[in-house]
Structures are given as C-alpha cells and as structure tokens.
C-alpha cells in the first residue's frame, strides 16, 4: 500500500508541475504572438471549459478500462504538446487554444479517473490521507512551477518549455502503469450504462457525500468571486503593489501545503462533514482577515485561506470516493468535479462586476456566504461511520445495494 500511495504523490507531483507551467506559459505566448491581453485570457477559459461536461467525460470512465484510458489520456496530452512546435506566428495561435482545450479535456477525465482508481488501490483508511499528500503535492508545485515555467519561457521560448511539457505526461503514464490494484475494477456493463441523471442522483443521494460536495463547491466559487477584489484591496485598499499579490499566493500556497499534511487524520477522526465545515468556516475567515486594512493581517488571512479551502476539497473527494459504489464512480466523481468546480466558471466575472463597490463588500459576501452554507450543515449534524468501519469498506468497495441510491 506504502508503494501506491507514493506513486499517487508523484503522479500529483509531475501532473502539477507541467499543468500549472503550460497554464501560465499559455497566455504568455499568446500575448507575445498577438499582444492582446484579452486573447491571452481566453487560453485559460479553454482549460476550464470542459470542466462543465464533467458527467459526460466522468461516464466513460464507466464504460472502458479506467487505468488504460488514463494512460491513453496522458500520451494523446504528450502528442499535443509536441504539436506546439508548429507555432511561429500570430496565424498559429490557433495551436495553443486547441491544446489548451485538449489539456481542459485531459484534466477532468484524468481527474476522475484518478478518483475512482484511488479506491481500487488503496485500503478506505487511507484515501484522506493520500488525499492530503496529493493535495500538498500539488499545492507544493504551484508555488514553482509556473516561476520555473515562465523564466524557462523568457529564456528559451515556448518551444522548449512544449517539449519539456510533454514529458510529463509520459512519466505519468508510466507511473499508472506501475500501481498494483488491489481491487479489481468493475466488470464493464452489458446493458447501455446509466446515464448523467443516473449519476447526479448517487452524488445526491447519500448526505454524507452531498454536503461535503457542496461546500466545496460554494467555497471554490467565492474563490474565484473574490478573484478581483483581491486585487482592489491590495492595490486600492493597502496602496500597495501589484507584486504583492505573489506574496499572498506563497503564503496560501504554504498553508495549502501544511492543511494537506494533516488532513487525512482530521477526516479519520472527525468524517468528511465536520473538515468540510470546518474548511468552509477558515475561508470565510481568510476573506474577513482580508479586509483588514494591515498588510500582515491579509498575509496572515491568505494563509488561513490556504488551509481552508483544501480541507473542503479533500473532504468532498474523499467522501465521494467512500460512499460511491465503484461501477458508478467515474461519473459521480465527473459530475462532482463540475459541481465543485463549474460556477467559478461565473463567480469570476461576477466579481469582477462587484468590485465597483469597492474590494472589501465582496470579500465580506463570501465570508456570509460560506459561514451560511456552514451554518445550515451544523444545525444538522449527523454521525458518519467510523474510518474503516464496514459500512465505509462495504460502499467503497461496489458492494453496497442499489437500492440506497433510489
């Protein structure tokens, strides 16, 4: 088990540094090529976009061979990138959108795909705290990654970085090859598969995997709400620089870090519901932290939002990953990731139109926000089964009965 939980970091490890370089260098090759800042944008909402078809990618995850899937993922993603090397002018800016749109693709399949192989190789004990390893990971490679890409970008080029990009991917691919599934995966469907409504309905039948689902999904969105304002309190509010704000992305990212480190043993102890709360309560506390009209309290505020905001995601992962049956998983875990992730997709410019109130309104509505969605949760509490207990192995496992998510 120690093996799979160590390949499973390192996937997280390569997958975040070329996905969060490529984002970055992206938009930078394209402002280069056309000097639009506003083209250059787009290159990110390609990479978001798919996330809205989440059910429908997630569902053919259900239908074929997951790990071989993945695997054909990350090398189609390897051929991608290397199709960069065409670009080498504003003509063939064209190129990157299309890859940029592959690499959206890739993500919400291998994303699922990863969720739902977790179960199969890694004893239900153990998916929170793989979870937060993963999460750390990641968190970890954001905080390089894109300095790495950008500074190999004004260096070599684009070019380069494609390459180097695309190696990445096929390190990945190897690494899935290397896990060693305890458990079988699903016998695939004779009869035509259950469809996308099918799916919404295991993700909503269960309240144990609903809620923490939901809570993500509110804190990402005033995430991305906040997005602007951040930028007003810190230039208008503090009068300080622009730069700034890479400081407050470090400090989040090192609070994402350490939240990562001891998430596993919160949700062991205390269930998915109570850290998605929890979550959901220091980021509404991170956003009030930022309206304070001191540069250290909104450092200190970034790094509480560091860690709140990853113990809502691996709680939700997480629970998805226990209470979903497995011939069900790929779509429930593709239907939660757009549910999670789909309204930052409008909470982003809806922010950017609140902030002509002034940054801090905004930070002050997703405070109220997330203490609210907090709020009706734990006026509800409900005891989750014990970590490892054999309701949690039985569900996990694809044996549980149908007729609990009718």
Same mark, same amino acid.
């Given at each position: 088990?120690?093996?799979?939980?160590?390949?499973?970091?390192?996937?997280?490890?390569?997958?975040? &540094?070329?996905?969060?370089?490529?984002?970055?260098?992206?938009?930078?090759?394209?402002?280069?090529?056309?000097?639009?800042?506003?083209?250059? +944008?787009?290159?990110?909402?390609?990479?978001?976009?798919?996330?809205?078809?989440?059910?429908? &990618?997630?569902?053919?995850?259900?239908?074929?061979?997951?790990?071989?899937?993945?695997?054909?993922?990350?090398?189609?993603?390897?051929?991608? @990138?290397?199709?960069?090397?065409?670009?080498?002018?504003?003509?063939?800016?064209?190129?990157?959108?299309?890859?940029?749109?592959?690499? #959206?693709?890739?993500?919400?399949?291998?994303?699922?795909?990863?969720?739902?192989?977790?179960?199969?190789?890694?004893?239900?004990?153990?998916?929170?705290?793989?979870?937060?390893?993963?999460?750390?990971?990641?968190?970890?490679?954001?905080?390089?990654?894109?300095?790495?890409?950008?500074? !190999?970008? +004004?260096?070599?080029?684009?070019?380069?970085?494609?390459?180097?990009?695309?190696?990445?991917?096929? !390190?990945?691919?190897?690494?899935?090859?290397?896990?060693? @599934?305890?458990?079988?995966?699903?016998?695939?469907?004779?009869?035509?598969?259950?469809?996308?409504?099918?799916?919404?309905?295991?993700?909503?039948?269960?309240?144990?995997?609903?809620?923490?689902?939901?809570?993500?999904?509110?804190?990402?969105?005033?995430?991305?709400?906040?997005?602007?304002?951040?930028?007003?309190?810190?230039?208008?509010?503090?009068?300080?620089? =622009?730069?700034?704000?890479?400081?407050?992305?470090?400090?989040?990212?090192?609070?994402?870090?350490?939240?990562? !480190?001891?998430?596993?043993?919160?949700?062991?102890?205390?269930?998915?519901?109570?850290?998605?709360?929890? #979550?959901?309560?220091?980021?509404?506390?991170?956003?009030?932290?930022?309206?304070?009209?001191?540069?250290?309290?909104?450092?200190?505020?970034?790094?509480?939002?560091?860690?709140? !905001?990853?113990?809502?995601?691996?709680?939700?992962?997480? +629970?998805?990953?226990?209470?979903?049956?497995?011939?069900?998983?790929?779509?429930?875990?593709?239907?939660?990731?757009?549910?999670?992730?789909?309204?930052?997709?409008?909470?982003?410019?809806?922010?950017?139109?609140?902030?002509?109130?002034?940054?801090?309104?905004?930070?002050?509505?997703?405070?109220?926000?997330?203490?609210?969605?907090?709020?009706?949760?734990?006026?509800?509490?409900?005891?989750?089964?014990?970590?490892?207990?054999?309701?949690?192995?039985?569900? =996990?496992?694809?044996?549980?009965?149908?007729?609990?998510?009718?």
């Amino acid at each position: 088990m120690r093996r799979n939980a160590c390949l499973f970091v390192a996937i997280s490890l390569l997958s975040g &540094l070329g996905g969060s370089a490529m984002a970055l260098v992206s938009g930078i090759w394209i402002l280069d090529l056309t000097g639009s800042t506003g083209l250059a +944008a787009l290159a990110g909402l390609c990479v978001y976009a798919p996330t809205l078809a989440g059910p429908w &990618l997630g569902g053919l995850l259900d239908r074929v061979p997951r790990r071989p899937l993945v695997i054909g993922v990350d090398l189609t993603l390897a051929a991608a @990138l290397l199709s960069l090397l065409a670009v080498r002018g504003p003509g063939d800016a064209w190129l990157i959108y299309a890859v940029s749109l592959a690499y #959206g693709i890739g993500y919400v399949l291998v994303d699922a795909g990863e969720t739902a192989l977790l179960p199969a190789a890694l004893p239900p004990a153990r998916l929170a705290d793989v979870n937060g390893w993963r999460s750390s990971a990641q968190e970890g490679m954001k905080l390089v990654a894109p300095l790495a890409g950008a500074g !190999l970008y +004004a260096w070599r080029g684009g070019h380069v970085v494609a390459v180097l990009a695309a190696v990445v991917p096929v !390190l990945v691919a190897a690494l899935y090859g290397a896990l060693r @599934l305890t458990r079988a995966e699903p016998a695939l469907p004779t009869a035509p598969a259950a469809g996308v409504r099918d799916g919404l309905a295991a993700l909503l039948a269960r309240r144990a995997v609903r809620v923490p689902v939901a809570l993500a999904a509110v804190s990402i969105a005033m995430s991305g709400f906040t997005t602007a304002a951040l930028y007003d309190v810190v230039v208008t509010g503090l009068a300080l620089p =622009s730069t700034f704000l890479g400081v407050l992305a470090s400090a989040q990212g090192g609070g994402s870090l350490l939240a990562g !480190l001891v998430v596993g043993r919160l949700v062991r102890r205390h269930g998915e519901i109570a850290v998605g709360v929890t #979550g959901a309560v220091l980021f509404a506390a991170g956003c009030l932290g930022r309206c304070l009209p001191w540069w250290p309290g909104t450092l200190a505020a970034s790094v509480v939002i560091g860690v709140g !905001l990853p113990w809502t995601l691996v709680a939700a992962v997480t +629970a998805v990953q226990t209470y979903t049956p497995q011939a069900m998983l790929g779509r429930v875990a593709g239907t939660a990731n757009t549910v999670m992730f789909g309204p930052i997709t409008l909470a982003i410019p809806l922010g950017s139109v609140a902030v002509a109130v002034g940054g801090r309104p905004p930070m002050v509505a997703a405070a109220v926000a997330c203490l609210a969605a907090a709020l009706a949760v734990a006026v509800r509490p409900v005891r989750q089964p014990a970590a490892g207990g054999p309701d949690r192995w039985r569900i =996990s496992s694809g044996r549980e009965r149908s007729r609990s998510f009718r």
